[in-house]
Protein backbone atom coordinates (compact mmCIF):
# COMPACT_ATOMS: atom_id res chain seq x y z
CA UNK A 1 0.00 0.00 0.00
CA UNK A 2 1.14 3.75 -1.05
CA UNK A 3 0.58 5.97 1.36
CA UNK A 4 0.31 9.78 1.03
CA UNK A 5 0.76 10.84 5.08
CA UNK A 6 0.64 14.72 4.87
CA UNK A 7 -1.85 16.61 2.89
CA UNK A 8 -5.20 19.34 3.59
CA UNK A 9 -8.36 19.99 2.44
CA UNK A 10 -10.34 23.27 2.87
CA UNK A 11 -13.10 25.38 2.10
CA UNK A 12 -11.10 28.97 1.65
CA UNK A 13 -12.18 31.98 2.88
CA UNK A 14 -9.31 34.90 3.08
CA UNK A 15 -10.54 35.55 7.29
CA UNK A 16 -10.10 31.84 8.25
CA UNK A 17 -7.10 30.99 6.39
CA UNK A 18 -5.18 34.66 6.62
CA UNK A 19 -1.66 32.55 6.18
CA UNK A 20 -2.62 32.05 2.49
CA UNK A 21 -1.47 35.59 1.22
CA UNK A 22 -0.83 36.84 -1.95
CA UNK A 23 2.52 35.20 -2.49
CA UNK A 24 0.41 32.06 -1.98
CA UNK A 25 -2.96 33.59 -4.49
CA UNK A 26 -3.17 30.03 -6.40
CA UNK A 27 -4.06 28.22 -2.81
CA UNK A 28 -7.02 30.78 -2.65
CA UNK A 29 -9.49 28.62 -3.80
CA UNK A 30 -11.01 25.15 -2.46
CA UNK A 31 -9.14 22.05 -2.25
CA UNK A 32 -11.60 18.86 -1.72
CA UNK A 33 -11.20 15.15 -1.96
CA UNK A 34 -12.52 14.99 -5.71
CA UNK A 35 -9.70 16.50 -6.81
CA UNK A 36 -7.21 15.14 -5.05
CA UNK A 37 -8.22 11.37 -6.16
CA UNK A 38 -7.73 12.41 -9.34
CA UNK A 39 -3.81 12.65 -8.16
CA UNK A 40 -3.94 9.47 -6.08
CA UNK A 41 -5.28 7.61 -9.04
CA UNK A 42 -2.79 9.14 -10.93
CA UNK A 43 0.04 8.22 -9.23
CA UNK A 44 -0.96 4.89 -7.62
CA UNK A 45 -1.22 6.30 -4.18
CA UNK A 46 -3.81 4.28 -2.16
CA UNK A 47 -4.32 6.34 0.70
CA UNK A 48 -4.36 9.61 2.61
CA UNK A 49 -3.37 11.49 6.49
CA UNK A 50 -5.42 14.29 6.23
CA UNK A 51 -3.72 16.89 8.22
CA UNK A 52 -4.76 20.16 9.46
CA UNK A 53 -4.10 23.53 7.73
CA UNK A 54 -5.93 26.29 10.53
CA UNK A 55 -6.48 25.94 13.88
CA UNK A 56 -10.09 25.50 14.56
CA UNK A 57 -11.81 23.01 15.68
CA UNK A 58 -14.56 23.37 12.82
CA UNK A 59 -11.88 22.35 10.46
CA UNK A 60 -10.78 19.17 12.51
CA UNK A 61 -14.60 17.76 12.81
CA UNK A 62 -14.63 18.48 9.09
CA UNK A 63 -11.73 16.64 8.33
CA UNK A 64 -13.40 13.59 10.19
CA UNK A 65 -16.35 14.07 8.15
CA UNK A 66 -14.53 13.51 5.18
CA UNK A 67 -13.11 10.92 6.70
CA UNK A 68 -15.77 8.98 7.40
CA UNK A 69 -16.70 9.90 3.80
CA UNK A 70 -14.07 8.54 1.67
CA UNK A 71 -12.59 5.24 2.91
CA UNK A 72 -9.32 6.20 1.27
CA UNK A 73 -8.88 8.73 4.14
CA UNK A 74 -7.78 6.72 6.54
CA UNK A 75 -6.74 8.86 9.48
CA UNK A 76 -6.88 12.89 10.51
CA UNK A 77 -3.80 14.74 12.10
CA UNK A 78 -6.40 17.79 13.50
CA UNK A 79 -5.92 20.67 16.22
CA UNK A 80 -6.81 20.97 19.64
CA UNK A 81 -6.13 23.36 21.88
CA UNK A 82 -3.57 21.59 23.77
CA UNK A 83 -3.16 24.59 25.80
CA UNK A 84 -7.24 24.87 27.07
CA UNK A 85 -7.26 22.68 30.69
CA UNK A 86 -10.62 21.27 29.21
CA UNK A 87 -8.71 19.56 26.32
CA UNK A 88 -9.11 16.20 27.56
CA UNK A 89 -13.44 16.20 27.36
CA UNK A 90 -12.19 17.58 23.88
CA UNK A 91 -9.87 14.76 22.87
CA UNK A 92 -12.29 12.21 24.23
CA UNK A 93 -15.12 13.57 22.08
CA UNK A 94 -13.01 13.40 19.05
CA UNK A 95 -11.74 9.92 19.54
CA UNK A 96 -15.28 9.10 19.25
CA UNK A 97 -14.74 9.20 15.77
CA UNK A 98 -11.76 6.20 14.81
CA UNK A 99 -10.15 8.53 12.20
CA UNK A 100 -8.68 10.91 14.53
CA UNK A 101 -4.89 9.67 14.49
CA UNK A 102 -3.49 12.74 16.04
CA UNK A 103 -3.14 16.50 16.78
CA UNK A 104 -0.91 19.41 15.54
CA UNK A 105 -0.38 23.11 16.11
CA UNK A 106 1.14 25.51 13.76
CA UNK A 107 4.38 25.80 15.87
CA UNK A 108 6.13 27.17 12.89
CA UNK A 109 4.50 30.45 13.26
CA UNK A 110 4.92 30.88 16.89
CA UNK A 111 7.10 34.09 18.00
CA UNK A 112 8.67 32.32 21.04
CA UNK A 113 11.26 29.35 20.41
CA UNK A 114 10.40 27.40 23.42
CA UNK A 115 5.99 27.49 23.04
CA UNK A 116 5.90 23.87 23.01
CA UNK A 117 7.49 23.54 26.54
CA UNK A 118 5.08 26.10 28.39
CA UNK A 119 3.52 23.87 31.11
CA UNK A 120 0.31 24.61 29.40
CA UNK A 121 1.37 23.10 26.07
CA UNK A 122 3.33 20.28 28.38
CA UNK A 123 0.21 19.65 29.81
CA UNK A 124 -1.85 19.01 26.75
CA UNK A 125 0.46 16.99 25.25
CA UNK A 126 0.55 14.57 28.20
CA UNK A 127 -2.79 13.69 27.40
CA UNK A 128 -2.28 11.80 23.86
CA UNK A 129 -0.60 8.97 24.74
CA UNK A 130 -3.05 7.70 26.41
CA UNK A 131 -5.63 7.74 24.02
CA UNK A 132 -3.03 6.20 21.43
CA UNK A 133 -2.71 9.92 19.21
CA UNK A 134 0.65 11.22 18.12
CA UNK A 135 1.45 14.64 17.67
CA UNK A 136 3.11 16.02 14.23
CA UNK A 137 5.78 17.96 14.79
CA UNK A 138 5.46 21.25 12.70
CA UNK A 139 8.87 23.43 13.13
CA UNK A 140 11.62 25.46 11.62
CA UNK A 141 14.58 24.72 12.05
CA UNK A 142 15.49 26.98 14.99
CA UNK A 143 12.43 25.43 16.69
CA UNK A 144 14.27 21.86 16.72
CA UNK A 145 16.10 22.62 20.28
CA UNK A 146 12.64 22.99 21.93
CA UNK A 147 11.59 20.15 19.87
CA UNK A 148 14.27 17.61 21.68
CA UNK A 149 13.55 18.90 24.75
CA UNK A 150 9.53 18.00 24.52
CA UNK A 151 10.20 14.70 22.66
CA UNK A 152 12.53 13.87 25.90
CA UNK A 153 9.47 14.63 28.13
CA UNK A 154 7.59 12.28 26.73
CA UNK A 155 9.72 8.87 26.25
CA UNK A 156 6.13 6.58 25.42
CA UNK A 157 4.44 9.50 23.10
CA UNK A 158 5.01 9.05 19.58
CA UNK A 159 5.68 12.12 17.24
CA UNK A 160 6.08 12.93 14.08
CA UNK A 161 8.36 15.23 12.40
CA UNK A 162 6.68 17.13 9.50
CA UNK A 163 8.49 17.94 6.27
CA UNK A 164 11.81 17.13 7.88
CA UNK A 165 11.60 20.73 9.97
CA UNK A 166 11.78 22.40 6.80
CA UNK A 167 15.53 23.32 6.37
CA UNK A 168 16.80 26.24 4.28
CA UNK A 169 17.00 25.08 0.96
CA UNK A 170 17.23 28.19 -0.54
CA UNK A 171 21.02 28.19 0.90
CA UNK A 172 22.06 25.97 -2.17
CA UNK A 173 23.88 24.11 0.14
CA UNK A 174 23.32 21.93 3.54
CA UNK A 175 23.03 23.77 6.25
CA UNK A 176 25.50 22.01 8.77
CA UNK A 177 23.09 23.61 12.14
CA UNK A 178 19.68 22.30 10.84
CA UNK A 179 21.69 18.76 10.01
CA UNK A 180 23.42 18.35 13.99
CA UNK A 181 19.81 18.92 14.99
CA UNK A 182 18.04 16.59 12.87
CA UNK A 183 20.16 14.30 13.01
CA UNK A 184 19.95 14.52 17.08
CA UNK A 185 16.11 14.41 17.28
CA UNK A 186 16.61 11.28 14.89
CA UNK A 187 18.35 9.54 17.92
CA UNK A 188 14.81 9.54 19.51
CA UNK A 189 13.47 6.42 18.85
CA UNK A 190 9.44 7.20 19.64
CA UNK A 191 10.18 10.31 16.69
CA UNK A 192 8.89 9.26 12.68
CA UNK A 193 9.85 12.05 10.27
CA UNK A 194 7.89 12.98 6.99
CA UNK A 195 9.86 13.41 3.53
CA UNK A 196 6.92 15.70 2.31
CA UNK A 197 6.85 19.25 1.99
CA UNK A 198 10.14 20.85 1.18
CA UNK A 199 9.84 21.87 -2.57
CA UNK A 200 8.33 25.19 -1.49
CA UNK A 201 11.38 25.89 0.37
CA UNK A 202 13.52 25.92 -2.90
CA UNK A 203 14.84 28.84 -4.18
CA UNK A 204 14.07 28.80 -8.15
CA UNK A 205 10.81 27.41 -9.52
CA UNK A 206 13.29 25.09 -11.18
CA UNK A 207 14.29 22.08 -9.58
CA UNK A 208 15.01 18.14 -9.96
CA UNK A 209 15.24 14.96 -7.72
CA UNK A 210 18.99 15.80 -7.69
CA UNK A 211 18.00 19.14 -6.17
CA UNK A 212 16.55 17.26 -2.98
CA UNK A 213 19.05 14.16 -2.77
CA UNK A 214 21.51 15.52 -0.26
CA UNK A 215 18.01 16.59 2.06
CA UNK A 216 16.84 13.19 1.18
CA UNK A 217 20.14 10.87 1.92
CA UNK A 218 19.97 13.14 5.23
CA UNK A 219 16.56 11.82 6.05
CA UNK A 220 17.70 8.36 5.16
CA UNK A 221 20.75 8.22 7.01
CA UNK A 222 19.28 9.97 10.24
CA UNK A 223 15.58 8.25 10.39
CA UNK A 224 16.04 5.36 7.65
CA UNK A 225 13.46 3.95 6.38
CA UNK A 226 12.12 2.69 9.19
CA UNK A 227 10.94 5.70 10.65
CA UNK A 228 10.20 7.73 7.23
CA UNK A 229 7.46 7.72 5.59
CA UNK A 230 6.15 9.88 1.64
CA UNK A 231 4.35 13.03 2.17
CA UNK A 232 3.46 15.70 -0.49
CA UNK A 233 1.81 18.20 1.54
CA UNK A 234 -0.92 18.59 -1.39
CA UNK A 235 -1.82 21.33 -2.49
CA UNK A 236 0.71 23.51 -0.62
CA UNK A 237 3.30 22.02 -2.69
CA UNK A 238 1.63 22.78 -5.82
CA UNK A 239 3.25 26.63 -5.66
CA UNK A 240 6.33 24.87 -6.66
CA UNK A 241 5.42 21.68 -8.37
CA UNK A 242 2.17 19.37 -9.47
CA UNK A 243 1.54 16.19 -7.33
CA UNK A 244 2.59 14.18 -10.00
CA UNK A 245 6.23 16.12 -10.59
CA UNK A 246 6.88 15.81 -6.41
CA UNK A 247 6.12 11.80 -6.34
CA UNK A 248 8.24 10.96 -9.54
CA UNK A 249 10.21 12.90 -8.06
CA UNK A 250 10.39 10.81 -5.12
CA UNK A 251 9.88 7.48 -6.63
CA UNK A 252 13.25 7.83 -8.57
CA UNK A 253 15.26 8.67 -4.85
CA UNK A 254 13.57 6.02 -3.31
CA UNK A 255 14.09 3.37 -5.89
CA UNK A 256 17.68 3.09 -4.68
CA UNK A 257 16.34 1.57 -1.15
CA UNK A 258 15.16 -2.61 -0.86
CA UNK A 259 12.28 -3.87 -1.66
CA UNK A 260 11.21 -3.60 2.17
CA UNK A 261 12.44 -0.75 2.69
CA UNK A 262 10.59 0.90 0.00
CA UNK A 263 7.30 -1.08 1.61
CA UNK A 264 8.28 0.68 4.98
CA UNK A 265 8.50 3.89 3.56
CA UNK A 266 5.79 4.26 1.06
CA UNK A 267 3.29 2.47 3.07
CA UNK A 268 3.92 0.44 6.26
CA UNK A 269 5.97 3.58 8.28
CA UNK A 270 2.79 5.47 8.47
CA UNK A 271 0.68 2.57 8.91
CA UNK A 272 2.48 1.78 12.25
CA UNK A 273 3.35 5.64 13.19
CA UNK A 274 -0.59 6.50 13.13
CA UNK A 275 -2.06 3.14 14.12
CA UNK A 276 -4.31 3.12 10.81
CA UNK A 277 -6.50 0.68 9.76
Not at 6 to 14: D, M
Not at 88 to 100: K, M, R, T, W
Not at 150 to 157: I, S
Request: net charge negative; aromatic share 10%; hydrophobic share 40%.
Amino acid sequence: MRIDSHHHFWHYSASEYGWIDEAKKPLQRNFLPGELKLELDANRIDAVVSVQARQSLDETRALLDFAAEYPWIRGVIGWVPLCDPTVSELLDELIAHSHLRGVRHVVQDEPDDRFMLRPEFVAGISQLASRNLVYDLLVLPHQLPASIELVDCFPEQRFVLDHIAKPPIALGSIDSTWKALFESLAKRANVYCKFSGIITEVRDESWTAETMRPYWEAACESFGASRLMFGTDWPVCTLRGSYSEWTTAVNELSGELSPSEQARFWGQTAIEAYSLA
